[in-house]
């Protein structure tokens, strides 16, 4: 950093050229510089933006406390908005990989609800279906199945085909794996297949198709479960070792 530049440009560039250890001091830096001129919409980007470089590094703990640092000045400024939105979502996703699957829910959730209210309706489609797998992972099932349906009711508003063939077979994993509701759940994962043959993603298509097969299996419902390969082998002659 020259003398003439401020800590937070100075911050970005090495960012931007990968050296996030030395961004995350200048951004501290920078937050500091802010608060004493009480800029305080100013601090909480330096806070977030030394987050999200200390979760670049897989530094999550340091991460989470920036990152709440910030969010918490936004709140306090009664600032919620897209900028908080996406602050949320990487809440969610350090506590996630620290496996504090209540907090990471909670903030995928705030993230959702501020992104729907701001009209951003397709990453608010991708926080709910995030926090309904964080409550799968503690489970939570009633609370997975209320956000997916949330995420799926949001898709199929807005003609979000690709979120909509997620969030279908993220449906089908909880009914089938979690709930015992196997029939259902090879119901959900053929919704999901035909999204992803419809989108060109032919190996998600595959995959849910042969989850479909295997959940009415699970179901005996055998005869279904023949017809289903037989369709697989004959899509994917490339992939016709799949028989029951």
Known sequence: MTDSEDPFSAAEKMEKSGKYSDAVELYLAAAKKFEEANNLKKCSIAYAKAGLSLELIQKNVEALEYLLKAVTILQNLNLEDESSA?????????????????????????????????????????????????????????????????????????????????????????????????????????????????????????DKYIWASQSYLSAGKVEAAEKLIASINRIFPENNEYYI
């Open 86 to 206: 996406f602050y949320y979502s990487h809440l969610g996703f350090n506590y996630f990989i620290l496996e504090n699957f209540e907090k990471a829910a909670e903030s995928y959730t705030t993230s959702a609800k501020i992104y729907e209210k701001d009209k951003s309706f397709k990453a608010a489609t991708e926080g709910y279906w995030r926090a309904g797998f964080s409550y799968k992972q503690q489970a939570d099932y009633a609370r997975a199945e209320s956000c997916y349906k949330k995420a799926l009711k949001l898709s199929e508003e807005f003609g979000y085909k690709y979120q909509q063939a997620i969030v279908f077979g993220l449906l089908g994993i909880l009914y089938g794996d979690a709930m015992n509701m196997h029939e259902e759940a090879a119901a959900l994962y053929l919704r999901s297949g035909e999204l992803f043959e419809e989108l060109g993603d032919m190996i998600e298509a595959r």
